[in-house]
């Protein structure tokens, strides 16, 4: 299987390599309302712009991911809590209105 998955991604480089290598070109990118104009290879600003992606990809799944251990902190925490008190957790729990009837 890991044969399968390293010949896999030497073939995935090895495509992106032929693509970088065969897009050499210089081209222009505009943006809208700027009187700029930028000139570098093709490759260069698709890198740019897949960098740009994975950051924001990333930015937006990093609150998520600490909501989420937060929440796996707080759940050890309460098993952690019950697992060092048994008897109480074994207890049958009185309601509210038992304790009405005994008072």
Do not use: C, Y
């Not at 759940?75 to 304790?99: F, N, T, Y």
């Amino acid at each position: 299987m890991k044969l399968i998955a390293w010949t896999a991604r030497v073939l995935l480089f090895l495509v992106a390599l032929g693509f970088a290598l065969s897009n050499t070109g210089v081209v222009e990118l505009r943006f809208f309302g700027i009187d700029a104009e930028w000139r570098a290879p093709l490759v260069i600003f698709l890198l740019g712009f897949f960098a740009a992606g994975t950051a924001l990809g990333i930015a937006g799944v990093v609150p998520t991911l600490f909501r989420q251990r937060r929440e796996i902190g707080r759940l050890r925490r309460e098993l952690a809590a019950a697992a060092r008190a048994p008897a109480a957790a074994a207890a049958p729990s009185l309601g509210p209105d038992a304790a009405d009837g005994a008072a």
